[in-house]
């Protein structure tokens, strides 16, 4: 008995690693388009940075990272305009861009001021909200379920973390606009820098092991039961 329930965690155990690392290689950040910044910086996909709070990780054009996949969430998430349901199975990512430390006078444009070719990123499903509020409180309070793994959040909000302009239409400041699976957006910063929340549908699916490993468990419990009965 002792040996059946070896192998079968062994084989159930490799199946599992197997089914999970497949889903985390998932990129849920498809592409990204745009004319570079003014500073010569262009839009990019990069790996989630470890901190993500001001002046930490800055760049000279817009970029993009993934955070949490699959998350369900347990309560109603609020977002620019409304809010996701609970229950809703979600994907996570960060847009930003960020002059860097101590630096309050070199401006930076991509896709909004005198520079005015947007930046676009596409997801593999639509986007379902963007948190993009003025003072980031709608990111902060998404952080501990909705931040990457091992990457460090601001605390509280401040001045200027996410958008200063109409989010909406597109005028010399900040802004963005959605269609379906795809964001368009322009950010213009000194210090400090532009940060938003996308929330997108997960379309990334359950590990097909797990539920295996539930039903292998139960098999193993009855054998163990019809054992000690036969004794």
Request: proline share 4%; with cysteine.
């Amino acid at each position: 008995m002792k040996t059946l329930i070896k192998k079968y965690f062994c084989a159930v155990g490799l199946s599992c690693a197997g089914m999970l690392l497949a889903t985390n290689a998932n990129a849920v950040l498809v592409s990204t388009n745009g004319s570079l910044s003014s500073a010569g910086g262009a839009a990019a996909i990069i790996a989630a940075p470890a901190d993500a709070s001001d002046d930490a990780a800055f760049n000279f054009g817009i970029q993009a990272f993934n955070e949490v996949i699959g998350h369900v969430l347990a309560a109603n998430l609020m977002v620019d305009g409304g809010i996701v349901a609970a229950g809703t199975r979600v994907d996570s990512h960060m847009i930003f861009l960020n002059s860097g430390p101590g630096n309050s006078t070199a401006l930076i444009e991509h896709g909004a001021g005198g520079n005015q070719n947007a930046a676009e990123f596409t997801f593999n499903a639509d986007i379902v909200g963007v948190m993009s509020n003025s003072n980031g409180s709608l990111e902060v309070a998404s952080s501990a379920f909705l931040g990457a793994a091992g990457t460090t959040y601001p605390g509280s909000p401040f001045a200027a973390r996410g958008l200063e302009g109409n989010p909406f239409d597109n005028t010399a400041n900040d802004w963005y606009l959605v269609s379906g699976s795809m964001i368009s957006l322009g950010m213009r910063v000194t210090e400090p820098g532009d940060w938003i929340r996308v929330v997108t549908v997960s379309t990334v699916p359950i590990p097909a092991a797990l539920p295996l490993l539930g039903g292998g468990l139960a098999a193993l419990g009855f054998m163990g039961w019809r054992r000690k009965r036969a004794a």
